[in-house]
């Protein structure tokens, strides 16, 4: 007590928490905008970072990403476009919604599961992060192996009705992954002679392309109707009313933030990975998992308390042994290496006031995230009125500038352009975009740990004797087979439905 007593005062004064604040309102912006990622933010606000103090430059960093977590929920939810890859799912029902007359539910209630999962996440870091970080060192190849085939399981309950279609998706999707540099051979393959090919296909322009430009497509093709504003939402949400809406949804909420932390822990999963298998689970555990998709609550509940509780589950590998769980905690070990900190185990004994200043600024951030959010709901709902004509090209510009960022390859336009117009194929013909996006995501992942496990011992029967990978691959078993069953089921009732009536004997 006596050390975050000493953290509280060092985190409270003016300067700490107006850096935080600036970095929390920067990360919201860069996470509203398709293709400038959280990862950028971060990597922007780095060098400022330098000539700060070790609690401040990180304060900085810790701001910009929570308010970068947030902000993709913006446009996931009132353009159907993730503004990070860890607003995907948001897409599923927050863009629904806001087409069915309730954009300022749809940001209300993200934003309040938001700022749960993130408490709930700094709660877990604070009291049970040596215990996390143990758990994590457990996993090798073998379990990282199991929990991606777990996360691909998802494709099965991602077709929106059509478990063939979502399939081929999938299959589709992880055909395009394995183009590229061979990642343990080095070699190149499905390049056909074409040397951008052999960097693959990153994931963000292929995400940008198949959500936004597709989208752009189908508006130019057809212009979407203007829809009737609910007007109890057209401003803002209530607070009593969101309170009411998150507690009626408390278990998928707690379980949604769960997920996301412990995912968030393990090395290269991240949001992107936790909020595809909260919704996956939310859907597989709800009475009405028909309704997901088309715009209820517990679908944006379980994407955005999972996304931003796996902001707090990164720190915990960082600061116990001083690996990074994905690119943002990466720049934020090197911030504090640069400062001759050296994370790892001895950090909590030698700095820990400085540790519990990391936690608090989390907290601290969080609420800033709120703020901000709350008042800029009003800015926010403001895209809906502006003219089709004027936001399409601000849109597409914005996409492109962001794909082009990434790597600073052109080439990478062209792969907007190219998944943009397979997007618009695939959603004319009913193909579900999630499974496709998922194998794009997951595919290298589950190829490069099952070739690792492999070449470190040829012995298949690990997968199954190791106890954690054996448990996530039972898990992805049942999760196929219940979502074959699912579709069987939901394709019995449809039939029945339509079933003519029997003619009556007089």
Known sequence: ??????????????????????GVTV????????????????????P??????????????????????SGGLITASLLGIPGTPSAMATTFDGYPMARNGQPGKALAIGLGASFVGSIIAGIILIFMAPLLAQWATEFGPWELFALMLFGLSAIASLGDGSLIKGLVAGGLGLMFALVGIDPLQGTPRFTFGFTQLQAGFNFLPVLIGLFA????????????????????????YS???????????????????LIGTFVGILPAAGGSIANILSYDVAKKFSKIPHKFGKGIKDGLIAS??????????????????????????????????????????????????????????????????LVVQIFGIKVFLKINQIPQHYLIPTILLLCALGSFAINNRVFDIWVLLLFGIIGYWMKSNDFPLPPFVLGVILGPMVET??????????????????????????????????????????????????????????
């Open 239 to 257: 607070f009593t009313k969101t309170v009411g809406d998150l507690s009626r949804s408390f278990v998928n909420l707690i379980r949604s933030s």
């Open 48 to 69: 400022f970072s330098f000539s700060m103090d070790p609690i401040n430059g990180i304060a900085l960093m810790m701001g910009v990403q929570v308010g970068g977590s």
């Open 1 to 22: 007590m006596e050390n975050v007593l000493m953290s509280l005062e060092t985190i409270l004064n003016v300067q700490t928490l107006v850096i935080l604040l600036i």
């Open 304 to 369: 955005e308390a999972s996304n931003n509780s796996s902001v707090g589950g990164a720190l915990v590998p960082m600061l116990a042994f001083g690996i990074p769980g994905d690119a943002v905690t990466a720049m934020m070990l090197g911030a504090l290496l640069i400062h001759g900190i050296q994370p790892g185990p001895l950090l909590m004994e030698t700095q820990p006031i400085l540790v519990y200043g990391i936690f608090i600024s989390f907290f601290i951030a969080t609420i800033f995230m």
């Open 27 to 46: 990360g919201i912006i860069v996470g509203s905008i398709p293709g400038f990622t959280i990862t950028m933010g971060v990597a922007l606000t780095l």
């Open 449 to 506: 740990n099952l070739r690792q496990a492999i070449s470190t011992d040829s012995n298949l029967l690990l997968f199954i004797t190791r106890p954690i990978s054996g448990v996530l691959i039972g898990l992805a078993v049942l999760s196929m087979i219940y979502s074959i069953y699912s579709s069987v089921k939901t394709r019995h009732v449809a039939n029945s439905n339509h079933s003519p009536p029997e003619s009556k004997v007089l």
């Open 213 to 236: 430009f597709s989208q752009l497509l189908g508006d130019i093709k057809k212009p979407p109707k203007s829809y009737q504003v609910d007007k109890t939402t057209e401003v803002s």
